[in-house]
């Protein structure tokens, strides 16, 4: 059965960007080995490839979770934002039942397709195109195979696919590298992860010492702040647009909560910013870089979603 355990990684890895949620992804790929060992010695033989079966039916879970997730998400106070990740080093997950921390061979692969602005786009695809489009275009399943967890014929999936692939164009023209392309220009990546860690560096500077112009000249004047508090901690429930209402709401948090530290951190594989208080962090911060500037930023606050950056609060 060790081949069967194996295939915990990968399970992980697609759960997580199929529901944009750390504790999502790992309750559906918990469901999926629960599904194994509830069949018989004989039925566990007589399945011909188990990674296979494994993702199909970690798959269809996550299809129903997202079905799901849909309706709760249109009740959910103010905007949802995924879960944020944090680089490998820093990496602390917890299980959604109090066990262990989850073992590092379960740490997500931090690629293109996990970077902030990628997932959100995920999150307007309808629960079939998302899964057809991550499948496929991400970890590169034929769509025979797709078509078998999706319960569509193979060229439904194609459509399905490709629906999705127009969301991501529409979205992010311009943008970076789309997730089927990740890796394959790793120095133009390098180049554009330096770029932005030193446009990180100065909005962090710029923020601490509460230099509004110094704030607005680094972000795009048509950017966008969206934030997520889930109703369990105070925010903007509404994004804040652009450049200077954005820098005014930031001098206006700083005022509002002094005490804050902040850290330049790696967040879902992007230079990205963490607020802590006490020790605790508060604010998980991600960014976009356009044209030099920021352009958009998702700042997380909903604790719930950042039990992976808390298990082992830094100083």
């Known amino acids: 059965m060790g081949t069967v355990i194996e295939e915990r990684r990968h399970l992980l890895n697609v759960a997580y960007r199929l529901l944009g949620s750390l504790a999502e992804a790992e309750d559906a790929v918990q469901e999926t080995y629960a599904r194994w060992y509830a069949l018989s010695r004989r039925q566990q033989e007589a399945i011909e490839s188990p990674g296979a079966w494994l993702t199909t039916v970690a798959g269809r879970i996550c299809l129903d979770v997202l079905g799901s997730a849909r309706a709760r998400r249109e009740r959910y106070v103010g905007a949802w ?12 997950s917890v299980r959604a039942d109090g066990g262990e921390p989850a073992d590092p061979a379960d740490r997500i692969t931090l690629d293109e397709s996990v970077n902030m602005a990628f997932l959100v786009v995920l999150e307007s695809m309808t629960p079939a195109e998302r899964v057809a489009f ?66 990180v560096r100065d909005f962090k500077a710029a923020w601490e010492a509460k230099d509004i112009e110094a704030l607005v000249g680094l972000l795009d004047p048509d950017a966008t702040m969206t934030a997520d ?87």
């Not at 934002?81 to 602390?92: A, C, G, V, Y």
């Open 134 to 199: 991550v499948l496929h275009d991400v970890f590169r399943y034929p769509f025979a195979e797709v078509a078998g967890i999706v319960g569509r014929t193979p060229a439904a999936c194609r459509q399905l696919a490709s629906s999705g692939r127009r969301r991501i164009g529409a979205a992010r023209t311009g943008a970076a590298p789309a997730a089927g392309r990740a890796g394959q220009d790793g120095q133009a990546g390098r180049a554009g992860q330096a770029g932005q860690a030193g446009l």
């Open 81 to 92: 934002i995924p879960e944020p990740l944090p680089d490998r080093s820093e990496w602390t």
């Open 229 to 315: 508090g889930g109703g369990m901690v105070g925010t903007v429930l509404r994004p804040v647009v652009g450049g200077r209402s954005i820098a005014q709401y930031l001098i206006h948090i700083a005022d509002k909560a002094p005490g804050l530290t902040l850290l330049e951190r790696t967040v879902n594989g992007r230079p990205g910013l963490v607020a802590q208080h006490t020790g605790i962090s508060v604010t998980v911060a991600a960014f976009e870089v356009t044209g030099g500037r920021v352009s958009a930023i998702w700042a997380v606050r909903n604790p719930e979603k950042l039990r992976a950056w808390n298990e082992h609060a830094e100083d």
